[in-house]
């Protein structure tokens, strides 16, 4: 598995996990296969095939709040379009993209653009999430062609 943080993790993870420090917007998916490739000889696929490589593209990314509303939204917007982007180069056509997603403006654009892109989506609330949160997870599979 290879993650990613802007900010370096304070906790240890198993040896099957790579964490690289990074920020998802300098991100390309040709950098995130040569990542996976020294991580953990991964190989790419050939040029000619349909496959595409990852099985899952998980997002729990949260910038910095700043404590003014819209921005922090737009900026909780931001991250998951970034990672939707890279999940639609990456994710093999039967894969899973899930993220974390704040309830408020923009939220309805992000989950009609996944939509838009893979075939069956989910908006889930995890029965552990504290009361009042915005929070959710969108849960999404299969590329549409
Ligand atoms: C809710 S925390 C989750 C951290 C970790 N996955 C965990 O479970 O402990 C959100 C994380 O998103 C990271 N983050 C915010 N903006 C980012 C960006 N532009 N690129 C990469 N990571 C980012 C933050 O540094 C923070 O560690």
Redesign the pocket.
């Known amino acids: 598995m290879l ?5 370096a ?1 304070k ?1 240890t993870v198993g040896p099957q996990v790579v964490v690289r420090v ?4 300098e991100l390309t998916p040709e950098l995130i296969r040569s990542h996976a490739h020294l991580a953990m000889g991964w190989d790419p696929p050939k040029p000619d095939s349909q496959e595409t490589g990852f099985d899952a593209l998980v997002s ?5 709040t700043t404590g003014v509303r819209d921005a922090d939204q737009a900026a909780s917007m931001g ?1 998951v379009e ?1 990672a939707l982007h890279l999940a639609l180069e990456l994710l093999q056509p039967d894969g899973v993209f899930v993220a ?1 997603v704040f309830q408020g403006r923009g939220f309805d654009e992000i989950v009609r653009d996944v939509r838009k892109a893979l075939v069956e989506v989910r908006v889930l609330k995890p029965k552990a999430t504290r009361q009042g949160s915005r929070e959710s997870f969108i849960v999404a599979k299969g590329r549409r062609p």
Do not use: E, R, T, W
């Open positions: 993650g990613y943080d802007i900010v993790p906790v990074a920020d998802v917007y729990d990314m949260m910038p910095k991250v970034a974390k």
